[in-house]
């Protein structure tokens, strides 16, 4: 069984950055597209960021210009680094994937799911 294991959360203050790394464990597979999610104390889980096999990728409007995802093919693991962190960036962030060939933006798009990791910025 695949699980996906996310780390790198942590309180941080405004304007500081921090980057989340995610790898399969147990039996691995080559997953076509890989992605972040997150979600917020009574907010549902939105979309942050996803790539692709191809190196194709996509970002939530929300982190354009600060957040940058990227991915370690023969590791297959995915990184976000995350520059001039807010307040409202805080939440759970979870990583996703899936063998489709597709770029997916949306919660169903992925079969396979972490845990998820606390991201804290405080003001």
């Known amino acids: 069984q695949v699980q996906l294991v996310e780390s790198g959360g942590g309180l941080v203050r405004a304007g500081d950055s921090l980057r989340l790394a995610c790898a399969p464990s147990?039996?691995?597979?080559?997953?076509?597209?890989m992605a972040w999610f997150r979600q917020a104390p009574g907010k549902e889980r939105e979309f942050v960021s996803a790539?692709?096999?191809?190196?194709?990728?996509s970002y939530a409007d929300s982190v354009k210009g600060r957040f940058t995802i990227s991915r370690d093919s023969a590791e297959n693991t995915i990184h976000l680094r995350m520059n001039n962190l807010q307040p409202d960036d805080t939440a759970i962030y979870y990583c996703?994937?899936?063998?489709?060939?597709?770029?997916?933006?949306?919660?169903?798009?992925?079969?396979?799911w972490g845990q998820g990791t606390q991201v804290t910025v405080s003001s």
């Open positions: 790539t692709t096999k191809n190196d194709a990728h």
């Open positions: 147990g039996r691995t597979f080559t997953f076509y597209s």
């Open positions: 996703a994937a899936d063998f489709r060939l597709q770029l997916g933006t949306g919660a169903a798009d992925y079969s396979y």
